[in-house]
Nanobody
Framework: QVQLVESGGGLVQPGGSLRLSCAAS????????MAWFRQAPGKEREFVAT????????AYADSVRGRFTISRDNAKNTVYLQMNSTNPEDTAVYYC?????????????????WGRGTQVTVSS
């Protein structure tokens, strides 16, 4: 069992940057593949980025590739999402998720553990 807590959300102007953090407790993070999802009002939760147990394997949604970077620090039991060149379409609640295993998966149903989310609003 692992508990996930997101932080770092807030208001950012278009074109600005924000870094989200996901702190894990309960089990060592190193055994889990991790991911970020997001959900905008009235829309389904969608995949943003995922990272394997070793930091070298990552995958991104087309909408964020080249702007967002997912990373992890297993010693700190923390996963990050660096968001650059943000736009209003990035406004959503961002969720951290974890699953045991090696594969990089993009479906919400593939993940066993979820945080409660952190709100990101991109607006001038």
């Amino acid at each position: 069992q692992v508990q996930l807590v997101e932080s770092g959300g807030g208001l950012v102007q278009p074109g600005g940057s924000l870094r989200l953090s996901c702190a894990a407790s309960g089990r060592t993070l190193g055994i889990y593949a991790m991911a970020w999802f997001r959900q905008a009002p009235g829309k389904e939760r969608e995949f943003v980025a995922t990272i394997g147990r070793s930091a070298g394997n990552t995958a991104y949604a087309d909408s964020v590739r080249g702007r967002f970077t997912i990373s992890r620090d297993n010693a700190k039991n923390t996963v990050y999402l660096q968001m650059n060149s943000t736009n209003p379409e990035d406004t959503a609640v961002y969720y951290c998720a974890a699953r045991p295993g090696l594969a990089l998966l993009t479906r919400t149903s593939s993940y066993d553990y979820w945080g409660r989310g952190t709100q990101v609003t991109v607006s001038s």
